[in-house]
Protein backbone atom coordinates (compact mmCIF):
# COMPACT_ATOMS: atom_id res chain seq x y z
CA UNK A 1 0.00 0.00 0.00
CA UNK A 2 0.68 3.52 -0.23
CA UNK A 3 0.67 4.56 3.30
CA UNK A 4 1.90 3.20 6.92
CA UNK A 5 -0.92 0.82 8.35
CA UNK A 6 -1.96 -0.95 11.53
CA UNK A 7 -3.55 -3.78 13.03
CA UNK A 8 -6.04 -3.95 14.60
CA UNK A 9 -7.76 -0.78 14.16
CA UNK A 10 -9.19 -1.36 17.69
CA UNK A 11 -8.27 -3.83 20.36
CA UNK A 12 -10.10 -4.26 23.76
CA UNK A 13 -8.39 -7.12 26.28
CA UNK A 14 -8.71 -8.04 29.65
CA UNK A 15 -6.25 -6.58 32.73
CA UNK A 16 -3.29 -9.11 32.93
CA UNK A 17 -3.65 -10.36 29.09
CA UNK A 18 -1.01 -9.64 26.76
CA UNK A 19 -1.20 -7.96 23.57
CA UNK A 20 0.58 -7.78 19.73
CA UNK A 21 0.00 -4.30 17.53
CA UNK A 22 1.30 -4.83 14.32
CA UNK A 23 2.90 -1.87 11.77
CA UNK A 24 3.70 -1.98 8.06
CA UNK A 25 5.38 0.86 7.14
CA UNK A 26 5.91 2.12 3.76
CA UNK A 27 7.90 0.12 1.35
CA UNK A 28 11.42 1.28 1.34
CA UNK A 29 11.36 3.18 4.81
CA UNK A 30 14.12 2.48 7.13
CA UNK A 31 13.26 4.12 10.05
CA UNK A 32 10.28 2.84 11.85
CA UNK A 33 8.72 4.69 15.18
CA UNK A 34 6.20 3.69 17.65
CA UNK A 35 4.51 6.46 19.61
CA UNK A 36 1.81 6.43 22.08
CA UNK A 37 -1.34 8.96 22.34
CA UNK A 38 -3.43 8.74 25.91
CA UNK A 39 -6.54 10.31 26.86
CA UNK A 40 -5.75 14.16 27.93
CA UNK A 41 -2.14 13.68 26.70
CA UNK A 42 -0.08 14.78 24.22
CA UNK A 43 1.70 11.76 22.16
CA UNK A 44 4.79 10.26 23.59
CA UNK A 45 7.40 8.70 22.17
CA UNK A 46 7.96 4.82 22.55
CA UNK A 47 10.60 3.17 20.20
CA UNK A 48 12.55 3.82 17.52
CA UNK A 49 14.03 1.19 14.70
CA UNK A 50 16.59 2.61 12.04
CA UNK A 51 18.39 -0.22 9.72
CA UNK A 52 19.99 -2.89 11.40
CA UNK A 53 20.94 -0.72 14.05
CA UNK A 54 20.00 -0.72 17.62
CA UNK A 55 17.01 0.29 18.76
CA UNK A 56 16.46 3.17 20.74
CA UNK A 57 14.05 1.72 23.18
CA UNK A 58 14.56 4.95 25.65
CA UNK A 59 10.60 5.76 25.84
CA UNK A 60 9.54 2.13 26.59
CA UNK A 61 7.31 2.61 30.22
CA UNK A 62 8.39 -0.54 31.18
CA UNK A 63 9.84 -3.76 30.73
CA UNK A 64 5.83 -5.01 30.43
CA UNK A 65 6.55 -3.11 26.70
CA UNK A 66 8.77 -4.62 23.78
CA UNK A 67 8.89 -4.01 20.29
CA UNK A 68 10.80 -5.97 17.09
CA UNK A 69 10.97 -4.76 13.52
CA UNK A 70 11.63 -8.28 11.75
CA UNK A 71 13.59 -7.74 8.04
CA UNK A 72 13.58 -4.61 8.55
CA UNK A 73 10.28 -4.07 7.16
CA UNK A 74 7.23 -5.11 9.47
CA UNK A 75 6.89 -4.44 13.20
CA UNK A 76 5.29 -5.67 16.13
CA UNK A 77 4.53 -3.81 19.60
CA UNK A 78 3.89 -6.02 22.27
CA UNK A 79 3.14 -5.72 25.38
CA UNK A 80 2.66 -7.99 28.40
CA UNK A 81 0.53 -8.28 31.84
CA UNK A 82 -1.63 -5.34 29.95
CA UNK A 83 -2.63 -2.67 33.19
CA UNK A 84 -5.85 -0.35 32.50
CA UNK A 85 -3.41 2.83 32.52
CA UNK A 86 -1.93 1.34 29.45
CA UNK A 87 -5.29 2.07 27.35
CA UNK A 88 -4.35 4.48 24.63
CA UNK A 89 -3.75 4.91 20.70
CA UNK A 90 -0.79 3.46 19.84
CA UNK A 91 0.65 5.44 16.49
CA UNK A 92 3.16 3.95 14.28
CA UNK A 93 5.56 6.35 12.07
CA UNK A 94 8.16 5.28 9.62
CA UNK A 95 10.84 7.65 7.56
CA UNK A 96 12.31 7.07 4.10
CA UNK A 97 15.84 8.72 5.01
CA UNK A 98 18.65 8.22 7.77
CA UNK A 99 18.44 11.82 8.08
CA UNK A 100 16.25 14.21 9.98
CA UNK A 101 16.59 16.49 7.62
CA UNK A 102 14.51 16.74 4.53
CA UNK A 103 12.40 13.68 5.87
CA UNK A 104 8.60 13.38 7.22
CA UNK A 105 7.45 10.84 9.26
CA UNK A 106 4.85 9.44 8.02
CA UNK A 107 2.27 7.95 10.11
CA UNK A 108 -0.42 5.32 10.58
CA UNK A 109 -3.81 5.33 11.63
CA UNK A 110 -3.38 4.06 14.86
CA UNK A 111 -4.49 1.03 17.17
CA UNK A 112 -6.89 1.98 19.87
CA UNK A 113 -6.10 -0.07 23.00
CA UNK A 114 -8.79 -0.70 25.64
CA UNK A 115 -7.71 -2.46 29.09
CA UNK A 116 -10.70 -3.62 31.10
CA UNK B 1 14.28 17.79 27.95
CA UNK B 2 12.41 19.18 25.04
CA UNK B 3 9.10 20.69 25.80
CA UNK B 4 6.76 21.99 23.32
CA UNK B 5 3.69 24.08 23.85
CA UNK B 6 0.55 24.86 22.01
CA UNK B 7 -1.56 27.97 22.22
CA UNK B 8 -4.49 28.31 22.41
CA UNK B 9 -5.69 24.67 23.38
CA UNK B 10 -8.81 25.18 21.44
CA UNK B 11 -10.21 27.42 18.99
CA UNK B 12 -13.59 28.35 17.64
CA UNK B 13 -13.51 30.83 14.50
CA UNK B 14 -16.40 31.39 12.15
CA UNK B 15 -15.86 30.52 8.46
CA UNK B 16 -13.54 32.57 6.12
CA UNK B 17 -11.77 33.78 9.09
CA UNK B 18 -8.09 33.89 8.96
CA UNK B 19 -6.19 32.49 11.99
CA UNK B 20 -2.68 31.74 13.92
CA UNK B 21 -1.73 28.87 15.39
CA UNK B 22 1.22 29.14 18.23
CA UNK B 23 3.82 26.80 19.26
CA UNK B 24 6.99 26.88 21.46
CA UNK B 25 9.55 25.29 22.27
CA UNK B 26 12.69 25.31 25.11
CA UNK B 27 15.24 24.02 23.33
CA UNK B 28 16.14 25.30 20.03
CA UNK B 29 18.77 22.58 19.33
CA UNK B 30 16.38 21.15 16.61
CA UNK B 31 16.52 19.53 12.81
CA UNK B 32 13.11 20.42 11.88
CA UNK B 33 9.76 21.67 13.18
CA UNK B 34 6.40 19.73 11.41
CA UNK B 35 2.71 20.86 11.86
CA UNK B 36 0.37 17.70 12.06
CA UNK B 37 -3.72 17.38 11.62
CA UNK B 38 -5.04 14.78 13.38
CA UNK B 39 -9.17 14.37 12.95
CA UNK B 40 -11.04 12.38 15.74
CA UNK B 41 -10.27 8.75 15.54
CA UNK B 42 -7.82 8.88 12.80
CA UNK B 43 -3.94 8.95 12.69
CA UNK B 44 -2.37 12.57 12.30
CA UNK B 45 -1.69 13.90 8.55
CA UNK B 46 1.78 15.89 8.06
CA UNK B 47 0.59 19.53 6.57
CA UNK B 48 4.38 21.15 6.30
CA UNK B 49 7.55 20.13 7.62
CA UNK B 50 9.95 23.08 8.56
CA UNK B 51 13.87 22.56 8.42
CA UNK B 52 16.38 23.98 11.11
CA UNK B 53 17.78 26.29 8.66
CA UNK B 54 14.56 28.02 6.95
CA UNK B 55 12.07 30.42 8.33
CA UNK B 56 8.94 29.76 6.85
CA UNK B 57 6.92 26.79 4.45
CA UNK B 58 3.70 27.47 2.47
CA UNK B 59 1.47 24.65 1.47
CA UNK B 60 -2.23 26.70 -0.23
CA UNK B 61 -3.93 27.65 2.22
CA UNK B 62 -1.45 27.42 4.91
CA UNK B 63 1.79 28.87 6.18
CA UNK B 64 3.85 27.78 8.91
CA UNK B 65 6.81 29.96 9.95
CA UNK B 66 10.13 28.57 12.45
CA UNK B 67 11.91 31.16 14.40
CA UNK B 68 14.86 28.91 15.77
CA UNK B 69 16.36 31.28 18.06
CA UNK B 70 13.22 32.30 20.16
CA UNK B 71 11.49 28.75 20.17
CA UNK B 72 8.69 29.48 18.40
CA UNK B 73 6.45 28.64 15.61
CA UNK B 74 3.11 29.99 13.77
CA UNK B 75 0.55 28.07 11.57
CA UNK B 76 -1.44 30.71 9.54
CA UNK B 77 -4.60 29.21 8.41
CA UNK B 78 -5.79 31.45 5.39
CA UNK B 79 -10.20 31.79 5.06
CA UNK B 80 -10.88 28.89 7.20
CA UNK B 81 -13.30 26.52 5.84
CA UNK B 82 -15.54 24.24 8.03
CA UNK B 83 -13.23 21.20 6.51
CA UNK B 84 -10.11 22.69 8.10
CA UNK B 85 -11.89 21.88 11.88
CA UNK B 86 -9.38 19.07 13.61
CA UNK B 87 -6.41 19.21 15.86
CA UNK B 88 -3.16 20.75 14.70
CA UNK B 89 -0.28 19.69 16.61
CA UNK B 90 3.30 21.09 16.57
CA UNK B 91 6.09 18.59 16.63
CA UNK B 92 10.23 19.45 16.71
CA UNK B 93 12.69 16.73 16.26
CA UNK B 94 15.94 16.84 18.12
CA UNK B 95 16.92 13.77 19.22
CA UNK B 96 13.45 12.69 18.79
CA UNK B 97 10.15 14.52 17.57
CA UNK B 98 8.60 15.91 21.00
CA UNK B 99 4.67 17.17 20.27
CA UNK B 100 2.79 19.58 22.21
CA UNK B 101 -0.34 19.21 23.17
CA UNK B 102 -2.36 20.35 20.14
CA UNK B 103 -4.86 22.96 19.28
CA UNK B 104 -8.53 21.97 18.67
CA UNK B 105 -9.92 23.86 15.93
CA UNK B 106 -13.52 24.16 14.99
CA UNK B 107 -14.58 26.10 11.81
CA UNK B 108 -18.61 26.74 12.10
CA UNK B 109 -20.08 27.87 8.60
Known amino acids: GAGVSQSPSNKVTEKGKDVELRCDPI?????LYWYRQSLGQGLEFLIYFQGNSAPDKSGLPSDRFSAERTGGSVSTLTIQRTQQEDSAVYLC??????????????FGPGTRLTVL | KQEVTQIPAALSVPEGENLVLNCSFT??????LQWFRQDPGKGLTSLLL?????REQTSGRLNASLDKSSGRSTLYIAASQPGDSATYLC????????FGEGTQLTVNP
Open chain 1, 27 to 31: SGHTA
Open chain 2, 50 to 54: IQSSQ
Open chain 2, 91 to 98: AVEGSRLT
Open chain 2, 27 to 32: DSAIYN
Open chain 1, 93 to 106: ASRGGTSPLYNEQF
